[in-house]
């Protein structure tokens, strides 16, 4: 196993110190470091790199490696990128910023709030059938399936906007509020 010592060696300091922080950010989004190293080195290689590559840039095994290549291809947040005369596999990330966003965002959509959404459904129809469940449950049930059914329906709206339209919303930012009823904010 190569050391970190080693692997700062081979890579820029600020390069380095990106892989590893996104590698840590990556746990405080629910993957675990590797999984956000390969993508943060993948998304700054100037060009595609093979599973051995990999292992040899940042020291993690191989078969750790070969895993988080299939989660990360599984988010295609990395794809195949066929070489020609080259038996190895060769990976590389997605670079656009907004379809990284957009790919992120998708997938945890599918993954959390789909069947978040399922649950609170069967659940809040259970109670509403059930003399049992005390009606300010019965309430609280409906009003979350309500508000993630809303948040589900405002991302399906964002997601349909075009790149230039979301770019804008964002630029816009807290401005898009001195538009609304009431809105103190000028």
Known sequence: MTEISDISEKLPEPVLNFILQWGELGGAWGVNRSIGQIHALLYAADKPMTADQIVDRLGIARSNVSNSLKELVSWKLVRRVPIQGERK???????????????????????????AMEVLQACSEQAQNDPNVDPAVKQRLEDMHEFIASVDKWFDQMMKLS????????????????????????
């Open 89 to 115: 596999e060769h990976f590389a990330a997605e670079t656009d910023l907004w379809e990284i966003a957009a790919l992120i965002a998708r997938g945890r959509k599918e993954r959390e709030i789909d069947p």
């Open 163 to 186: 790149r230039g339209q979301r770019e804008m919303m964002l630029k816009l930012g807290s401005r898009v509020v001195s538009l609304l009823p009431g809105s103190k904010e000028k």
